[in-house]
């Protein structure tokens, strides 16, 4: 079977994930390209040279434009921060070479343009990283919606709610620092690209963002931070159904709070990532005594579970949507095509969150169809 070289920028958790999703893709899904992880690029060459024997590359760099130059990295996995992506991705496309690239896409609105752009122009493969929208789960869910199993959907409410800033007395990070990093950049596009695939286009918004713990200690003392804690909107969607969506770092209690609610004029589905191998469905059919919502759990009959485990119930987990991602991306590359969520996807995200922060800043209700 063919070998690719793929280059990974960036080691840490993401990049890590991705690199042990690139050693297991081949025996998980027998790809026809098999990945070889040729190069990893890190802020130092110390530090690559330690990722590069802990995750099992070839070579390592701490320039990632020595990565992206190499003929042997035929493919380029961004996995550093957001503030690089956009160079990273537009010289890896000047190469020719196809690019997944994590979310968010850039920095901002103009960096997922820009790069939706030098995606366009170099005609290549090309993917953003949303890896919770893959669980077997979600899938299932999709698949329901689009088959008209629960009738017209009418609303749809989902979140993304963490608590690893609800201690006020925890530290300012670079999580504290810069708009990309808030809830709107960070946690956010997950729920929004969830949203856009079960319910599709969103048509109008209106939204409040808000700095809860407004001063952190930093290293000399209280820092300012220059982000959103949480953050809501209500939105309509093409379709004409309405939503709502919350977005929380300092959800107290919530840990992977990805979680939606769709309702139908047949039925209901219901997921939360905290409990990602079950998906509770409802149908409004059968004598009313007897309804109720029902607990699916996923199984080989669903969307990429079969691959991972042959038994009912046992449950896929956070590593393998990475290697669902990388079997995707591999595809992609394969067939010389963009693949789902596509650079194109992740910058319909951006626009619904700049959209959220500009209705936010004005206090008033953002129509997309009529800005694009």
Not at 259 to 284: P, S
Not at 350 to 369: P, V
Request: net charge negative; hydrophobic share 45%.
């Amino acid at each position: 079977m063919p070998e690719i070289g793929i280059g990974v920028v960036g080691g840490g958790y993401m990049g890590k994930a991705h690199a042990v999703a690139l050693s297991a893709v081949g025996a998980v899904f027998n790809t026809v390209l098999r990945p070889r992880l040729e190069m990893i690029a890190a802020s130092s060459t110390m530090t690559a040279e330690r990722y590069r024997a802990d995750y099992g590359f070839l070579r390592a760099t701490g320039d990632w434009r020595d990565l992206v130059a190499d003929p042997k990295v035929e493919a380029v996995v961004i996995a550093s921060p957001q503030d690089t992506h956009r160079v990273i991705a537009e010289a890896a496309f000047a190469r020719g070479k196809p690019v997944f690239c994590e979310k968010p896409l850039g920095a901002s609105l103009a960096d997922a343009e820009a790069m939706t752009r030098a995606a366009e122009a170099s005609g290549v493969a090309h993917m953003v990283g949303f890896n919770y929208v893959r669980t077997p789960a979600t899938q299932f869910a999709r698949k329901l919606i689009a088959e008209g199993a629960i009738g017209k959907v009418t609303w749809f409410r989902g979140e993304h709610t963490e608590d690893f800033l609800a201690d006020p007395a925890l530290p300012a990070t670079w999580r504290t620092r810069g708009m990309a990093n808030g809830v709107l950049g960070d946690l956010a596009p997950h729920m929004l690209n969830c949203a856009l695939a079960l319910m599709g286009p969103v048509a109008s918004l209106s939204a409040m963002v808000e700095t809860v713990h407004a001063t952190r200690n930093g290293a000399a003392g209280p820092e300012a931070v220059t982000n959103d804690d949480h953050t809501q909107l209500m939105c309509r969607f093409a379709t004409g159904a309405m939503g709502h969506l919350y977005f929380s770092r300092i959800a107290t209690g919530r840990k992977m709070g990805y979680a939606y609610e769709v309702h139908g004029t047949a039925g209901a589905i219901r997921f939360d990532q905290e409990d990602q191998n079950a998906l509770w469905l409802y149908r409004a059919e059968g004598p009313e005594a007897e309804r109720g919502f029902r607990k699916i759990l996923t199984g080989p009959v669903h969307p990429d579970y079969l691959a991972f485990c042959q038994g009912p119930g046992h449950g896929t987990g956070y590593q393998d949507q990475i290697i669902i991602e990388a079997r995707d991306f591999l595809a992609a590359i394969a067939a010389g095509v963009p693949q789902w969520p596509s650079f194109h996807d992740g910058l319909a995200v951006w626009r619904i969150a700049d959209a959220a922060a500009r209705s936010a800043m004005d206090g008033r209700w953002i129509s997309l169809d009529t800005e694009h």
